[in-house]
T-cell receptor, first 115, second 115 residues
């Protein structure tokens, strides 16, 4: 069975500092990995995804994520945080070896950027 | 290109009633998935439809059902509402859903309150 964990319910960062939102996954085969962001009273917006190739994936709004197969992690990063980055972030995984697999979402991490 | 639209945006019902929510996917997208989002349980997968057929199903009771029309629009129905059904219901569409790397695009959600 596939699963994804976001170990931190909340991450607090000062504006201008680098930020990391952690995500680890478990699948029986190879994963497709996704990051989404949710602003208040809105649906989820796609940020980036890892399918294959370069382990460092660049996405929207200056975010990037690094796929680490040995640590089964896909942490979201940004070199310099903005107050407008404050939102709820979801990591998601899909097992590519299962034809009927569905996307599983983590529990979410609330990112708070203080001015 | 218009995004995923969901109607209604807000809904108040009482226990025992039934409710129908609607989702119109992005033009050209044929796969529609439904999720329930609650503070306690996070994002839970309900079901996925493709070409008017349910292709995948989450672990929800039979009170939750859905369907997809020939134009890819989808509806989900919840019968005999319970207080615990209060949640944000999100719809997501993707091109075909057969490519497991496909990105899902989310609508703004329908917030259901059961009294």
């Amino acid at each position: 069975a596939q699963s994804v964990a976001q170990p931190e319910d909340q991450v607090n960062v000062a504006e201008g500092n680098p930020l990391t939102v952690k995500c680890t996954y478990s699948v029986s085969g190879n994963p497709y990995l996704f990051w989404y962001v949710q602003y208040p009273n809105r649906g989820l917006q796609f940020l980036l995804k890892y399918i294959t190739g370069d382990n460092l994936v660049k996405g929207s709004y200056g975010f990037e994520a690094e796929f680490n197969k040995s640590q089964t992690s896909f942490h979201l990063k940004k070199p310099s945080a903005l107050v407008s980055d404050s939102a709820l972030y979801f990591c998601a995984v899909r097992d590519i070896t299962s034809s009927a697999s569905k996307i599983i979402f983590g529990s979410g991490t609330r990112l708070s950027i203080r001015p | 290109k218009a995004g995923v639209t969901q109607t209604p945006r807000y809904l108040i019902k009482t226990r025992g009633q039934q409710v129908t929510l609607s989702c119109s996917p992005i033009s050209g997208h044929r796969s529609v998935s439904w999720y329930q989002q609650t503070p306690g349980q996070g994002l839970q997968f309900l079901f996925e439809y493709f070409s008017e057929t349910q292709r995948n199903k989450g672990n929800f009771p039979g009170r939750f059902s859905g369907r997809q029309f020939s134009n890819s629009r989808s509806e989900m129905n919840v019968s005999t509402l319970e207080l615990g059904d209060s949640a944000l219901y999100l719809c997501a569409s993707s091109l075909s859903g057969t490519g497991r790397e496909e990105t899902q695009y989310f609508g703004p959600g329908t917030r259901l309150l059961v009294l």
